[in-house]
C-alpha cells in the first residue's frame, strides 16, 4: 500500500486548511531558491533537521508532491504518517522498517528521521570537507616546494567569481554549471598533482601535448626499481585517485552550490565582502609571509597551459626549419674527420652526471677527488684532458634527449622532436663516422632491453645491448648492467680484438641512474667473468625505497655512483687506452631536484681524453679547462653546438653561413 492510500485512511485526523507556506516548508520548489527558510523550519517536524546540507529539503520531498496534491491532509503531519509508533497496523500500518522501506524518503532510508542528531552532525561535517575540498583545489600550488600552510591562508579569486556565478544562474543551468566547474575544477587538480611529479623529477610542468608517452617510462621505471608489484600497486593508486578526484570534487562543488541556494542572503553578503577583501588586498598588495593574500594562481596556471599547447603545437613546423640546416650535409665523406683518422674514438655518456655533482658543497670534495686521481693516473699512463660545461634541454630525466642533441645538433626537448629526428635523413655526430667509411661505429647500450630501431638512424654498425653483452648477473634496480662489466665486454667483443679497425664506439654507463641503490663498486678486472660476482655485491647494497625515505641518502647515494661510473671509465681508458684512443665523455643531464636541491642549472662536465697530444692541440682556441675537472668559469656551451664544432675542428671548416650560431 503506498504512502499516500495509508494517508487517506486515518478518519481521525482532523481536516484543516494548509499552512500558507505549506508548499515552501514542504520543498515543493524543487532549487529551494527562496530566501526565506524560517516558514520551513516553522512546519518542519521538530525531531528532523530541514536546514542542513543534505536533510529533509526540497529535493528529498519534490517526488512526494503530486500525493499531497491529492491528499491536503497530509502536509500537516507526515510524520505521524510514518512514524512506526503511530502507525495503525489495522488500518493498513506497518512495522518500523516497513514504514522506513515504504515512507523514508528523507534520506538515507529513514536514518535521518530516526538519528536527527547524528543527521545533523554528519550533513554539517559533509559539508565543511565539501568546502575544504574545494578551498583546496583552489589553493594547492602545482610544485611540491611552494605546498605550505601559508600557501592556503589567501583568498582565491576563481572561488569568488565561480560563487558569484553560480548564485545568479536560474535553477537548471546551475545544477550544469555546478556539474560542470566540479569536473574542471578536479581535472585542474590532477594536473596540479601531475605537475609535481614533473617538476620533482624533470623540473618543469607537464607538457599536455607532447608528455603523455613519458607515463610508459614512468612506470617502467617503477617496475625496475620496486618489481612488478610495486608497477601495479602504483597504477591503480593513480587511477583510483583520478577517479575518486573527479567524482568527489563534482559532489562538493554541487553540495555547496546547493547550501548557498538555500541560504542565499547569507552566501550574497559573504561573496561580496570576500570580493572586495580580493580587491583591497591586491591594490594594497597584502603579503603573509611573501605569500600574496590575493590569489589567482588557477587563472595563470590555464593560461600559461594555453600558451604551452599552442607552442607545442607549433613547434613541429619550427624544428623542421631548424632541422634543414647541416652544415656539413655537402661535405664529401673524404674530408670528413680527417683530424681523428686512424683513431678509436669513444663517446661516452654518464647518466645523470651533472654540474651538481662538482660545485655542491656536500659532494665536491669527493667527486674532486676522484677527477684528480683520474687525471694523475691517466697523466702518468701518457694521457692528457680538457673539459668543459656543456647545457643540456633537459633535467632529471629524459636521457635519450640529451643524447641525440649532442649527437644531432638540434635542440631535442621533447619526445616529439626525438620522434621527427629518428624518422629524418638528419646525419649525426656518429653517423657522419660512418658515412666516411673509415671507422666501424658500435654501440654499447646496457639500458636498453628491447628492440631499438633508432640504432639504424644513429649509424652504428652493431649494437650491443644488455642482451649482447655476456652479462649474467644481476640487474642493479632500473640499471641491467654495472658500468665496469659494460666496458670491459666492450674491450672484449670489440676494442680488444687484435688488428681491429678503427672504431667509433657510442658507450652508455647507466649505474649513475636513478634511483642510485643498490650500487655496484670497483673489483679487479680480471675478477668479473661472466658477471655472477655482481650477485653478492647486489645483496651487500642498499634497498632504494629505504635510500628514499631521507632526501640527504639520496644525494650520498647519487653521489656514490657517479664516484662508481668515474673510477670505471678512468680505469677502463689507463688499463686497456693506447696511444691511438680518444675518449669523449660527459653527463646526458643533472639529477632529480631531490639532489640538485634547488639549483636552476642545466650544465653537464664534458671532457675530451686522448694520448695523441695533436688531437688536443686541435681544441686550444676552445678555452677549455686542463684536466678531468672543468673550472667554474670554463666555457658553456650549448649541448646541440657540440657537433659542428667538434667537426670544424677536426675536419674542414664548414661554411660559415649555414654554421649554427652559438647562443
Request: hydrophobic letters at 40%; one cysteine or more; charged letters at 25%.
Given at each position: 500500500?503506498?504512502?499516500?492510500?495509508?494517508?487517506?485512511?486515518?478518519?481521525?485526523?482532523p481536516?484543516?486548511?494548509?499552512?500558507?507556506?505549506?508548499?515552501?516548508?514542504?520543498?515543493?520548489t524543487?532549487?529551494?531558491?527562496?530566501?526565506?527558510?524560517?516558514?520551513a523550519?516553522?512546519?518542519?517536524?521538530?525531531?528532523?533537521?530541514?536546514?542542513?546540507?543534505?536533510?529533509a529539503?526540497?529535493?528529498?520531498?519534490?517526488?512526494?508532491?503530486?500525493?499531497?496534491?491529492?491528499?491536503?491532509?497530509?502536509?500537516?503531519?507526515?510524520?505521524?504518517?510514518?512514524?512506526?509508533?503511530?502507525?495503525?497496523?489495522?488500518?493498513?500500518?506497518?512495522?518500523?522498517?516497513?514504514?522506513?522501506?515504504?515512507?523514508g524518503?528523507?534520506?538515507?532510508?529513514?536514518?535521518?528521521?530516526?538519528?536527527?542528531?547524528?543527521?545533523r552532525?554528519?550533513?554539517?561535517?559533509?559539508?565543511?570537507?565539501a568546502?575544504?575540498?574545494?578551498?583546496?583545489?583552489?589553493?594547492?600550488?602545482?610544485?611540491?616546494?611552494?605546498?605550505?600552510?601559508?600557501?592556503?591562508?589567501?583568498?582565491?579569486?576563481?572561488?569568488?567569481?565561480?560563487?558569484?556565478?553560480?548564485?545568479?544562474?536560474?535553477?537548471?543551468?546551475?545544477?550544469?554549471?555546478?556539474?560542470?566547474?566540479?569536473?574542471?575544477?578536479?581535472?585542474?587538480?590532477?594536473?596540479?598533482?601531475?605537475?609535481?611529479?614533473?617538476?620533482?623529477?624533470?623540473?618543469?610542468?607537464?607538457?599536455?601535448?607532447?608528455?603523455?608517452?613519458?607515463?610508459?617510462?614512468?612506470?617502467?621505471?617503477?617496475?625496475?626499481?620496486?618489481?612488478?608489484?610495486?608497477?601495479?600497486?602504483?597504477?591503480?593508486?593513480?587511477?583510483?585517485?583520478?577517479?575518486?578526484?573527479?567524482?568527489?570534487?563534482?559532489?562538493?562543488?554541487?553540495?555547496?552550490?546547493?547550501?548557498?541556494?538555500?541560504?542565499?542572503?547569507v552566501?550574497?553578503?559573504?561573496t561580496?565582502?570576500?570580493?572586495?577583501?580580493?580587491?583591497?588586498?591586491?591594490?594594497?598588495?597584502?603579503?603573509?609571509?611573501?605569500?600574496?593574500?590575493?590569489?589567482?594562481?588557477?587563472?595563470?596556471?590555464?593560461?600559461?597551459?594555453?600558451?604551452?599547447?599552442?607552442?607545442?603545437?607549433?613547434?613541429?613546423?619550427?624544428?623542421?626549419?631548424?632541422?634543414?640546416?647541416?652544415?656539413?650535409?655537402?661535405?664529401?665523406?673524404?674530408?670528413?674527420l680527417?683530424?681523428?683518422?686512424?683513431?678509436?674514438?669513444?663517446?661516452?655518456?654518464?647518466?645523470?652526471?651533472?654540474?651538481?655533482?662538482?660545485?655542491?658543497?656536500?659532494?665536491?670534495?669527493q667527486?674532486?677527488?676522484?677527477?684528480?686521481?683520474?687525471?694523475?693516473?691517466?697523466?702518468?699512463?701518457?694521457?692528457?684532458?680538457?673539459?668543459?660545461?656543456?647545457?643540456?634541454?633537459?633535467?632529471?630525466?629524459?636521457?635519450?634527449?640529451?643524447?641525440?642533441?649532442?649527437?644531432?645538433?638540434?635542440?631535442?626537448?621533447?619526445?616529439?622532436?626525438?620522434?621527427?629526428?629518428?624518422?629524418?635523413?638528419?646525419?649525426?655526430?656518429?653517423?657522419?663516422?660512418?658515412?666516411?667509411?673509415?671507422?666501424?661505429?658500435?654501440?654499447i647500450?646496457?639500458?636498453?632491453?628491447?628492440?631499438?630501431?633508432?640504432?639504424?638512424?644513429?649509424?652504428?654498425?652493431?649494437?650491443?645491448?644488455?642482451?649482447?653483452?655476456?652479462?649474467?648477473?644481476?640487474?642493479?634496480?632500473?640499471?641491467p648492467?654495472?658500468?665496469?662489466?659494460?666496458?670491459?665486454?666492450?674491450?672484449?667483443?670489440?676494442?680488444?680484438?687484435k688488428?681491429?679497425?678503427?672504431?667509433?664506439?657510442?658507450?652508455?654507463?647507466?649505474?649513475?641512474?636513478?634511483?642510485?641503490?643498490?650500487?655496484?663498486?670497483?673489483?679487479?678486472?680480471?675478477?668479473?667473468?661472466?658477471?655472477?660476482?655482481?650477485?653478492?655485491?647486489?645483496?651487500?647494497?642498499?634497498?632504494?625505497?629505504?635510500?628514499?625515505?631521507?632526501?640527504?641518502?639520496?644525494?650520498?647515494?647519487?653521489?656514490?655512483?657517479?664516484?662508481?661510473?668515474?673510477?670505471?671509465?678512468?680505469?677502463?681508458?689507463?688499463?686497456?687506452?693506447?696511444?691511438?684512443?680518444?675518449?669523449?665523455?660527459?653527463?646526458?643531464?643533472?639529477?632529480?631536484?631531490?639532489?640538485?636541491?634547488?639549483?636552476?642549472?642545466r650544465?653537464?662536465?664534458?671532457?675530451?681524453?686522448?694520448?695523441?697530444?695533436?688531437?688536443?692541440?686541435?681544441?686550444?682556441?676552445?678555452?677549455?679547462?686542463?684536466?678531468?675537472?672543468?673550472?667554474?668559469?670554463?666555457?658553456?656551451?650549448?649541448?646541440?653546438?657540440?657537433?659542428?664544432?667538434?667537426?670544424?675542428?677536426?675536419?674542414p671548416?664548414?661554411?660559415?653561413?649555414?654554421?649554427?650560431?652559438?647562443?
Amino acid at each position: 500500500m503506498s504512502h499516500s492510500t495509508r494517508s487517506r485512511q486515518l478518519p481521525e485526523q482532523p481536516e484543516t486548511e494548509p499552512h500558507p507556506d505549506a508548499d515552501t516548508a514542504a520543498g515543493t520548489t524543487a532549487d529551494a531558491d527562496t530566501d526565506t527558510d524560517t516558514a520551513a523550519e516553522a512546519d518542519a517536524p521538530t525531531d528532523v533537521d530541514t536546514d542542513i546540507p543534505g536533510s529533509a529539503s526540497a529535493a528529498d520531498t519534490e517526488a512526494d508532491a503530486p500525493a499531497k496534491a491529492d491528499a491536503p491532509a497530509e502536509a500537516e503531519a507526515p510524520a505521524k504518517a510514518e512514524t512506526p509508533a503511530e502507525a495503525d497496523p489495522d488500518e493498513g500500518g506497518d512495522t518500523s522498517e516497513k514504514a522506513v522501506a515504504g515512507g523514508g524518503r528523507r534520506g538515507w532510508w529513514g536514518w535521518r528521521v530516526k538519528y536527527p542528531r547524528a543527521a545533523r552532525v554528519v550533513a554539517v561535517g559533509t559539508s565543511v570537507l565539501a568546502g575544504a575540498l574545494v578551498l583546496f583545489a583552489l589553493l594547492v600550488p602545482n610544485q611540491l616546494d611552494r605546498l605550505s600552510f601559508d600557501a592556503f591562508l589567501r583568498i582565491p579569486a576563481e572561488g569568488v567569481l565561480l560563487a558569484a556565478l553560480l548564485l545568479a544562474l536560474p535553477p537548471k543551468p546551475r545544477r550544469i554549471t555546478a556539474v560542470v566547474v566540479g569536473v574542471l575544477l578536479g581535472l585542474l587538480t590532477i594536473l596540479k598533482f601531475v605537475d609535481m611529479g614533473f617538476y620533482s623529477v624533470l623540473a618543469r610542468p607537464f607538457d599536455l601535448v607532447l608528455d603523455w608517452i613519458l607515463f610508459d617510462d614512468a612506470a617502467e621505471w617503477v617496475k625496475e626499481s620496486f618489481g612488478r608489484t610495486g608497477e601495479v600497486i602504483a597504477v591503480i593508486a593513480v587511477f583510483a585517485l583520478v577517479i575518486a578526484l573527479l567524482v568527489l570534487m563534482t559532489l562538493a562543488v554541487v553540495r555547496l552550490t546547493d547550501l548557498m541556494v538555500r541560504h542565499r542572503p547569507v552566501a550574497t553578503r559573504t561573496t561580496l565582502v570576500l570580493g572586495t577583501a580580493w580587491i583591497t588586498c591586491v591594490t594594497v598588495g597584502v603579503q603573509f609571509t611573501d605569500v600574496p593574500v590575493a590569489s589567482q594562481i588557477n587563472a595563470k596556471l590555464v593560461q600559461n597551459r594555453v600558451h604551452q599547447v599552442q607552442a607545442s603545437l607549433r613547434d613541429g613546423k619550427v624544428f623542421a626549419k631548424e632541422a634543414a640546416v647541416d652544415a656539413f650535409a655537402d661535405t664529401p665523406p673524404d674530408q670528413l674527420l680527417t683530424g681523428l683518422r686512424g683513431k678509436d674514438v669513444l663517446f661516452t655518456f654518464i647518466e645523470s652526471y651533472g654540474r651538481t655533482a662538482i660545485d655542491d658543497p656536500a659532494m665536491s670534495e669527493q667527486i674532486d677527488s676522484v677527477l684528480s686521481e683520474g687525471t694523475s693516473s691517466l697523466k702518468a699512463a701518457g694521457f692528457s684532458s680538457r673539459s668543459a660545461w656543456l647545457r643540456s634541454p633537459v633535467t632529471g630525466a629524459g636521457s635519450w634527449l640529451a643524447h641525440s642533441t649532442f649527437l644531432s645538433g638540434l635542440w631535442i626537448k621533447n619526445q616529439q622532436r626525438y620522434r621527427s629526428l629518428t624518422t629524418s635523413d638528419r646525419n649525426t655526430l656518429t653517423s657522419y663516422f660512418q658515412k666516411t667509411g673509415a671507422w666501424r661505429t658500435v654501440g654499447i647500450v646496457p639500458g636498453v632491453r628491447r628492440a631499438w630501431p633508432e640504432g639504424k638512424f644513429f649509424g652504428l654498425d652493431h649494437i650491443y645491448d644488455s642482451e649482447h653483452l655476456g652479462y649474467n648477473g644481476p640487474y642493479f634496480s632500473w640499471t641491467p648492467v654495472p658500468d665496469q662489466f659494460s666496458l670491459e665486454a666492450f674491450e672484449r667483443l670489440e676494442h680488444g680484438k687484435k688488428d681491429h679497425k678503427p672504431m667509433m664506439a657510442e658507450i652508455i654507463l647507466a649505474s649513475s641512474h636513478n634511483p642510485w641503490a643498490p650500487i655496484a663498486h670497483m673489483i679487479d678486472w680480471n675478477d668479473l667473468g661472466d658477471g655472477s660476482v655482481f650477485n653478492q655485491i647486489k645483496k651487500e647494497g642498499k634497498d632504494p625505497k629505504q635510500v628514499w625515505k631521507n632526501p640527504e641518502s639520496v644525494r650520498t647515494e647519487y653521489r656514490r655512483a657517479i664516484e662508481y661510473s668515474l673510477h670505471s671509465l678512468t680505469e677502463y681508458v689507463e688499463k686497456y687506452g693506447d696511444k691511438n684512443t680518444v675518449l669523449v665523455f660527459l653527463g646526458d643531464h643533472q639529477p632529480v631536484p631531490t639532489v640538485t636541491a634547488g639549483s636552476t642549472s642545466r650544465d653537464v662536465p664534458v671532457t675530451i681524453v686522448a694520448h695523441d697530444q695533436k688531437v688536443l692541440d686541435r681544441i686550444a682556441d676552445w678555452g677549455w679547462t686542463d684536466g678531468l675537472k672543468p673550472a667554474k668559469d670554463a666555457p658553456e656551451w650549448r649541448m646541440d653546438t657540440f657537433r659542428d664544432r667538434f667537426m670544424t675542428a677536426y675536419g674542414p671548416h664548414p661554411d660559415s653561413s649555414a654554421t649554427a650560431s652559438t647562443p
